[in-house]
């Protein structure tokens, strides 16, 4: 009978999410499955080809432990018929394993050479490797000019996301992610339209590299003398060097600003506010107008819109002192030059070496030496230089100024987007930067007589300054470099357009205006492409979109509630969710909150679990038997004061394990969870209150019929569940939802008979009372003269909680929230401790064998209740039980005491 239940409940479950219309990229029956090693371009290549569909491939990284959270994600996708998507594994034995759970999936892994020390197993290690090799994954299928849309697997996705990336705004950004230029967050990223050479796949390359190039050399980072880096494991983490990579492109050099923050023991805050005052200047807005299913969404007219141009980083030999110095060892060893290797082994144009010499000309573009002496300075710039100086301002531009005064000439350098404009007048097949046309080497070939003129006269140009220049200063012979090469320039171009001008018959004409536009066309296709010695020049410029928030939004791990993340809201509030970090373990959250907010499919579950569905499930007890608290027992929990609340869940935990039972943690409204965390400070004796990683998070638990209820952060430790010991509240929902109604609802049949003594019944009957007092009080009722005194104080408390802001709002950081009661003084304290005083558990004693017996009369029931709490006297007696049950008690956060 149960198993039928079982079955009727899935099935409901399954047929209620298969209403969903079709993707925008819709490719269920269109990919082939591979699983293979992409260790060579050529595999990669075809892995790419048979997963894809129209060029785009979705990518989620996972491993053994995490590839039921894998499954979620990619069910979520396959609501709207997306299925593109390639599974990343670290290991043969890992894509294994996850296609006996996931049969269908494409799986590859990648396994190239690593180095091993201190510093590099900080980068490679464990889950860190498969991070690693994803990128590698991503930068190698940019090149191959794929989009890709990378997911993590703590994520809810809401709605089809190709809806709303492929219309505008959107559809003109290259790259998009949540964050900002100096918080970008890898975990939902979509790339799409990126150059092979382009700076979005310089970035995904550059992460990888430098983790190679610390690792293999790790003397370089360790005996630094400034900055005095120490803390490996920052110094290695992907995250921290895609921020800084991605800062790089912003910028256009090459930065170190999170990977290196950690300095001298401490956390360098002024190194990071140097780095942000340069960057965040460049980060731009516009505002939008939207409509359709974005405005939907969105749930207004317009939005304004983050974003920043990436552009291809130079150094041109120079690497400040301000900054670090240089940031990377001088050479390469075979681990990084193994992946330059396989870079190039992709048939496209390659970007530049940030330090190739035959660059120079194209550094300190986006961050000039004048900006970088003044951070060195530290000094407070005016408005008008801070204006002048987010507009790219080029470096020497007050040098000149000051070599050309009186000089009787009225040359001097224009800054970049001037010169620009002049050429683009001279030829209209000059839509980017004036430096990247003049080193194509196909300028000629794609008939824009003023590109190639340029080109010439620059090469010229150069061969002469070389000479010139080793007779003259450093800034003298700058000056003289670029006041010749752009008098020479502008002479050239403009004979060269009356030339091309003339030959055409004149500028004007339809058939004119079409050829221009296949110059464009042809010049982007070749841009990049340079003959042997010379420097492919900055390259296309490419734009990163931060997505809003109605996009994609974090789960704030300091108590945000988002009941809005229920399944049942429609449009959703974002597209889609990412639970990002919660201070509990990763195993356990990745799923919990899809499971509390009804977007876990249990059904996909009892597949890619092996039936093992609930974090306390063995392989011999695959749906483990269950001991709850009964209705009457959670009215009093909810109202117990912190230390009696955490002996009841100590003795309730200990009377499962003791009876072969797995406890049900009690879901309680979220103010009354609210109220007893909030109360635990005030306890300083309590181990919880030394720990640095204390929380007082909630999560808002909306598959329940009853609203405001809540779980607790500190049940999702794998030591509070494995092995049988505990269930979830929305693991103990599903259970209930599978049973018949007479197993799931609490009655004589299924409930533990453990008569409390009589002072203890009073004890629960009056606490009984209070409920309906504090039920009256919450509804206004003052029809007798207790319940008015209750509803007084009860609505005093609330009010001086309130007046330091909402329970479920605080800074939680160290459990000292902002809504916390400061002291005995505080009046919310002095009405909490009115109301609360006399509320304990109701308790009745027994030896372990009166106990057992006790609850051995229920037989099998799936599910038993219980309404006090039983201290079992020679627990301690029994050594196996006491064995496994006392490393839980002091290490389980939701338990653990003095």
């Known amino acids: ?185 890898i975990g939902v990223m979509y790339v799409q339209n990126a150059a092979p050479d382009g700076p979005i796949a310089w970035l995904f390359a550059e992460v990888p590299d430098r983790q190679l190039r610390w690792g293999e050399q790790p003397e370089f980072v360790q005996n630094k003398e400034w900055p005095k880096l120490f803390n490996w494991q920052h110094l290695m983490w992907d995250q921290a060097n895609f921020g800084d990579a991605f800062q790089s492109t912003v910028v256009g050099r090459p930065v170190v600003q999170s990977a290196w923050t950690y300095q001298d023991k401490k956390f360098n805050v002024t190194w990071t506010q140097m780095h942000a005052r340069r960057s965040h200047p460049l980060q731009k807005h516009d505002t939008f107008k939207l409509s359709g299913e974005l405005e939907k969404i969105a749930r207004q007219p317009e939005v304004s819109l983050a974003y920043v141009d990436m552009h291809r980083p130079f150094t041109g030999g120079q690497w400040p002192q301000q900054l670090g110095g240089q940031i990377l060892p001088a050479t390469r060893l075979q681990f990084s030059q193994h992946w330059q290797d396989q870079l190039r082994s992709v048939r496209e144009p390659m970007w530049p070496d940030p330090d190739d010499p035959a660059c120079t000309q194209f550094s300190s573009k986006v961050w000039p030496r004048r900006k970088l002496r003044a951070a060195a300075r530290g000094s407070d710039r005016s408005e008008g230089q801070e204006e002048e100086e987010q507009q790219g301002v080029p470096d020497d531009w007050e040098e000149v100024q000051e070599g050309t005064a009186g000089s009787g000439t009225e040359l001097r350098y224009k800054s970049s987007q001037q010169v620009e404009e002049e050429l683009t007048q001279m030829c209209w097949a000059l839509p980017w930067l004036e430096r990247e046309v003049l080193h194509s080497a196909q300028a000629q070939a794609h008939q824009c007589p003023a590109a190639a003129e340029l080109q010439h006269a620059l090469a010229q140009e150069a061969l002469t300054q070389r000479s010139a220049a080793s007779s003259l200063g450093g800034r003298q012979a700058s000056r003289t470099r670029k006041l010749t090469a752009e008098t020479t320039m502008r002479t050239r171009a403009a004979s060269a357009v009356a030339t091309s001008a003339s030959a055409r018959g004149g500028a004007g004409g339809e058939g004119h205006k079409v050829s221009v536009m296949r110059q464009k066309r042809m010049l982007k296709e070749t841009a990049g492409s340079a003959p042997a010695g010379s420097c492919p020049g900055p390259g296309p410029v490419e734009r990163a979109t931060f997505l809003p928030h109605w996009m994609s939004v974090s789960w704030n791990h300091r108590n945000m509630k988002a009941p809005e993340w229920n399944r049942d809201q429609h449009p959703p509030s974002t597209v889609i969710g990412h639970v990002l970090w919660l201070p509990c373990d990763k195993r356990i959250y990745k799923n919990a909150l899809k499971m509390s907010y009804g977007w876990y499919n249990w059904s996909l579950a009892y597949q890619s ?79 919880r209150n030394n720990d640095g990683y204390y929380s007082t998070g909630t999560v808002p638990f909306t598959v329940l019929e009853k609203e405001g209820k809540c779980m607790w952060y500190d049940y999702m430790y794998n030591v509070c569940l494995d092995e049988g010991l505990g269930l979830l509240p929305p693991e103990f929902a599903h259970l209930l939802s599978t049973l018949p109604p007479e197993a799931a609802q609490p009655s004589a049949s299924n409930t533990l008979q453990l008569n409390p003594p009589p002072a203890a019944r009073r004890l629960l009957s009056t606490a009984d009372g209070a409920s309906q007092h504090q039920q009256q009080a919450d509804q206004g009722d003052s029809s007798s003269s207790t319940g008015s005194w209750l509803s007084r104080l009860w609505t005093a408390w609330q009010g001086a909680h309130a007046a330091k802001g909402p329970a479920d709002g605080v800074d939680s950081q160290n459990g000292k929230g902002s809504g916390m009661p400061a002291g005995d003084g505080d009046s919310a304290v002095g009405v909490r401790r009115a109301l609360l005083n006399d509320v304990t558990a109701p308790k009745v004693q027994l030896d372990l064998a009166s106990y057992r017996e006790a609850a ?43």
């Not at 006996?100 to 690593?114: F, R």
Request: glycine residues 4%.
């Open 856 to 898: 051995g009369s229920l037989g099998d029931a799936p599910v038993v209740y219980i309404n006090v709490v039983p201290q079992l006297k020679n627990l301690h007696s029994e050594r196996e039980l006491w064995g496994k049950l006392k490393g839980r008690l002091e290490s389980c956060r939701a338990l653990h005491m003095f």
């Open 1 to 185: 009978m149960y198993s039928l239940f079982v079955l009727l409940a899935l099935t409901l479950q399954l047929v209620a999410c298969q209403d969903h219309p079709r993707s925008l990229i819709y490719s269920r029956g269109a990919v082939k499955q591979y699983v293979g090693s992409v260790d060579r371009i050529e595999d990669l290549a075809a892995s790419l080809e048979a997963c894809s569909f129209n060029r785009e491939v979705i990518m989620i990284p996972a491993t053994e432990v995490f590839v039921d959270a894998a499954a979620q994600i990619m069910d979520q996708l396959g609501r709207f018929g997306i299925e593109h998507v390639m599974l990343i594994t670290s290991t043969e034995q890992s894509c294994n394993a996850s296609l006996k759970l996931i049969p269908h999936v494409c799986c590859v892994w990648l396994q190239p050479p690593l180095p091993e020390n201190e510093v590099a197993n900080h980068g490679f290690s464990s889950h860190r490797f498969l991070m690693h090799i994803r990128l590698r994954l991503a930068a190698l299928t940019v090149r191959l000019r794929y989009n890709v849309m990378f997911l993590d697997t703590d994520l809810i996705i809401f709605d089809d996301p190709y809806k709303y990336f492929k219309q505008p705004p959107f559809d003109k950004a290259n790259m998009m992610m949540a964050g900002g230029v100096s918080e970008v967050n």
């Open 609 to 687: 679990r092996g039936g093992q569905v609930f974090f306390a499930s063995t392989p011999q007890v695959p749906v483990p038997k269950v001991l709850a608290p009964g209705p009457e027992l959670l009215d009093v929990m909810a109202r117990l004061p912190a230390v009696p609340f955490l002996e009841a869940m100590r003795a309730l935990v200990s009377a499962a394990a003791a009876a072969g039972r797995a406890f049900a943690y009690p879901a309680l409204s979220c103010n009354a969870l609210q109220r007893i965390i909030h109360e635990f400070p005030s306890k300083p004796n309590l181990k």
